[in-house]
């Protein structure tokens, strides 16, 4: 079992920062990647970032350049840094955890929202 507490999220105007960060407990030893994933409303859960147990990371095209994730393995935490956030960023952010690529764990969701 993963558990995973989010922090971060909020109202920001457009253009504006946001940092969301995700800390991970319990069985973490078996963590392959942690990501980041949003859902706005009338639409599907999407992949935000990722990044691997090695460093790699992988970015949706829509945030590629402004979203820069991170991983603090000591503290078992990610991060998700938001710059130059638009309207349509406006989701409920969802921390998740591909946990020996057998099972995936998610977060309760933090509201990100981003008023134009």
């Known amino acids: 079992q993963v558990q995973l507490v989010e922090f971060g999220g909020g109202l920001v105007q457009a253009g504006g920062s946001l940092r969301l960060s995700c800390a991970a407990s319990?069985?973490?030893?078996?963590?392959?990647?942690m990501g980041w994933y949003r859902q706005a409303p009338g639409k599907q859960r999407e992949l935000v970032a990722t990044?691997?147990?090695?460093?790699?990371?992988n970015y949706a095209d829509s945030v590629k350049g402004r979203f820069t994730i991170s991983r603090d393995f000591a503290k078992n935490t990610v991060y998700l840094q938001m710059s130059s956030l638009k309207p349509e960023d406006t989701a409920v952010y969802y921390c998740?955890?591909?946990?020996?690529?057998?099972?995936?764990?998610w977060g309760q969701g933090t509201q990100v929202t981003v008023s134009s």
């Open positions: 998740n955890v591909d946990w020996a690529g057998v099972h995936n764990y």
């Open positions: 319990g069985s973490i030893f078996s963590i392959r990647s």
């Open positions: 990044i691997t147990s090695g460093g790699s990371t």
